[in-house]
């Protein structure tokens, strides 16, 4: 369980973050939604533990940090590094030994060649798997499907359908409703640095219409097509 209580964040004398309360339990899978600047990415990041904020952010695992993968939306790389290589730096920053790499490698990639010469959906599977195999609690992952093929989507689909069977809580982000609607049990609307709906299952076709309604209306016809 994580439990945010009056999280803020601002950089300089804009407002990312305002005053943002909402809890996470274990063995759901959360969406995060809101448009570009919403302040998504800034949420993540505080709750692994990358920025200051001011509020509380408390988890019944201690430290958090220690127990969470962060998938961020474009994976950083060591230029000279192999994607084995990779794999094992953050295995062994979990203290996770791995014997054997090549029958974890559920998305065939070339993990004797250096991540420079992957594409970037390969990269993003590359990261998603050594975060998988650190053996977290936790995790949190903005933008998992974006760049990855459709075979890569199912198999990710599949995945969080895992985790959540084994307990993990999973947050993740998408541009792709179809994606959030397949996977999350919730999700949560962020607009103006607070989460200003909160909707379950059964109503997320009702917040797809809300959104296409409120995107396309007016919009469309302002191209003049």
């Known amino acids: 369980m994580i439990r945010i209580k009056n999280l803020s964040k601002q950089f300089g004398k804009k407002v990312v973050l305002n005053n943002l309360s909402i809890e996470f339990e274990r063995g759901k899978i959360y969406g995060i939604i809101g448009e570009n600047g919403a302040g998504k990415t800034t949420l993540f990041r505080c709750i692994a533990g990358l920025e200051s904020f001011d509020g509380e952010i408390v988890s019944e695992i201690n430290p958090l940090k220690d127990h969470l993968g962060y998938l961020t939306a474009e994976p950083f790389f060591f230029p000279m590094i192999t994607g084995e290589e990779y794999i094992r730096l953050l295995c062994n920053a979990r203290d996770k030994k791995l014997t054997e790499i090549g029958s974890n490698n559920i998305f065939d990639l070339p993990l004797n060649q250096y991540v420079t010469t992957y594409s970037t959906g390969m990269r993003k599977k590359l990261a998603l798997l050594a975060v998988l195999l650190q053996g977290n609690d936790i995790f ?83 191209l003049e097509l």
């Open 140 to 222: 949190i992952l903005d933008e998992p499907f974006n760049g990855i093929d459709l075979n890569g989507s199912i198999i990710l689909t599949e995945i969080l359908h895992r985790l959540k069977e084994l307990g993990k809580t999973v947050i993740i982000s998408s541009h792709i409703f179809s994606t959030l609607s397949d996977t999350c049990d919730e999700i949560h609307v962020l607009r103006h640095g607070t989460i200003t709906q909160k909707v379950a299952r059964e109503e997320f076709y009702l917040l797809e219409k809300e959104m296409k309604n409120s995107a396309v209306i007016g919009n469309i016809e302002r």
